[in-house]
């Protein structure tokens, strides 16, 4: 899946939005004429299950560095999509 791209400029506020509004149209009408999607962005939001055990290695690993588990979370995902190089 390739990521759109909507440039939009203006010299004040109302251009700015004005500008956008317009660049958000022509991509939507683009996508109806290409037939195809229009991409939707991610909430950013997941619910993750894991083990207790697992759970419970975390909180106790995080509690030491004084990082969330979900900075821990986010870091590891990361850190693994680098090594695999798939993004």
Do not use: Q, W
């Not at 004005?18 to 997941?46: H, M, N, Q, T």
């Not at 690993?61 to 870091?75: E, H, L, S």
């Amino acid at each position: 899946m390739s990521k759109a791209l909507i440039l939009y400029e203006g010299n004040t506020l109302d251009e700015l939005r004005k500008d956008f509004e317009d660049g958000v149209d022509s991509y939507l009408e683009a996508c109806k004429a290409d037939g195809i999607e229009p991409a939707k962005p991610y909430s950013g939001r997941l619910n993750l299950r894991m083990s207790s055990e697992l759970h419970s290695r975390v909180a106790a690993f995080v509690a030491t560095t004084g990082i969330t588990i979900n900075d821990f979370i986010n870091k590891a995902i990361k850190n693994e999509l680098n090594h695999a190089a798939i993004l």
